[in-house]
């Protein structure tokens, strides 16, 4: 084997397990944080279809914007600012920008406008900023990070004005960008569509995919035995049996087979159907946590199945994966989330990431 393709970047992989009735429960936090998201999956063992809540809740995840050319000033526009972004409504990312590559500019819902730029754009920006964490010997990368909600970012002051100035005659930064906003009212509505109809953009809405597997191979999961020890898998064998399901290969490792050799891990069961469901896009956290709340309700009713996934990927060129904590794409980019749900409203917490990323929160 070429030996480059034998080393293997580091990944984190944090696991915990708690019960969504517990006080200290994080799992609304870690939804809500984790911001730019383009994949859910779902997959529900002795299931053959969406029930028509889920499928109710999944229809109205919230449609989003892809604008092109849309300068980064405008998002400092006075009107906009007031209505939209100090709302803490919109989601912003720009699009096909390779984070260890381009300028790659991100605007939370926390009001931070967070700019990734390389050397050459930093310096000649102005606007202060650190080296990147994922710099090698030589810094080649900065992030700047604006408080929008800052005192010092009043309209009326020079701070802003500076900041302004900077973005608009310094380094006019401009990109193709996803936006995306939850309930930002009337005058939020007003000040997005006077945005949009400075500039070419198109409305999207997620992409649903629905299928039924059948006769296939499924892991056992206890939900007191997190880490495989007896009762379940392990939670790197699970999420590589989910990576299969998702991709479509075959878990069965039959003689006729010449594509792969997988096989789905011990201790296992033959599950007559399963349902997958996937959506794609951008996708709101506040919607994934709607879904979450009714994913809980599943097993109001007896179910053949004792367990349920969803699985959340973050886009692998964001300049944050939770929070605002810098993410960087090194070999892969990964920064995804799972939660398997129990019919006793417990649940497991798998978060995953790349080499060049924080440990999840």
Not at 72 to 81: G, S, T
Not at 113 to 132: A, F, R
Not at 163 to 174: A, F, G
Not at 232 to 260: I, K, M, Q, R, Y
């Amino acid at each position: 084997m070429y030996p480059e393709l034998a080393k293997c970047p580091r990944s984190l992989l944090v696991c915990e397990k708690s019960n969504f009735e517990h006080e200290k429960s994080r799992h609304d936090t870690h939804v809500s944080k984790h911001y730019f998201n383009h994949k859910v999956s779902v997959v529900i063992p002795e299931c053959g279809a969406l029930s028509s809540r889920l499928a109710t809740v999944i229809n109205n995840f919230s449609k989003y914007f892809l604008v092109k050319n849309l300068p980064v000033y405008e998002f400092l526009d006075k009107d906009f600012l007031k209505n939209v972004v100090w709302n803490g409504a919109l989601y912003a990312l720009s699009y096909k920008t390779s984070i260890d590559q381009d300028n790659t500019i991100a605007l939370l819902p926390s009001s931070q406008l967070i700019l990734s730029v390389d050397k050459d754009t930093y310096e000649q920006l102005g606007l202060e900023g650190k080296p990147s964490q994922y710099n090698h010997r030589q810094p080649m990368r900065y992030v700047v990070t604006i408080d929008l909600t800052d005192k010092s970012m009043d309209p009326e002051g020079k701070r802003y004005q500076r900041v302004l100035s900077c973005l608009k005659e310094r380094v006019p930064l401009k990109s193709d960008f996803l936006l995306g906003r939850h309930n930002s009212g009337a005058n939020g509505d007003r000040a997005l569509q006077s945005l949009l109809s400075r500039y070419q953009w198109k409305e999207h809405r997620p992409v649903v995919s629905s299928h039924t597997l059948k006769d296939l191979p499924c892991p056992s999961l206890h939900a007191l035995d997190l880490r495989g020890d007896q009762r379940s898998c392990d939670p790197h064998s699970f999420l590589e049996w989910l990576g299969a399901v998702s991709a479509g290969v075959s878990c069965d490792n039959t003689a006729a087979s010449f594509l792969s050799t997988y096989i789905c891990p011990e201790p296992q069961t033959l599950v007559s159907q399963a349902l997958h469901c996937t959506v794609s896009g951008l996708l709101l956290p506040e919607d994934i946590y709607s879904l979450l709340q009714e994913l809980r309700r599943y097993f109001d009713e007896p179910k053949f199945t004792s367990w349920l996934s969803l699985t959340v990927h973050g886009f692998m060129d964001s300049p944050v994966s939770w929070g605002d904590a810098e993410h960087g794409f090194h070999k892969g980019g990964e920064n995804f989330y799972n939660l398997v749900l129990f019919k006793n409203q417990d649940y497991w917490l798998h978060m995953g990431t790349g080499s060049h990323d924080r440990c999840p929160p």
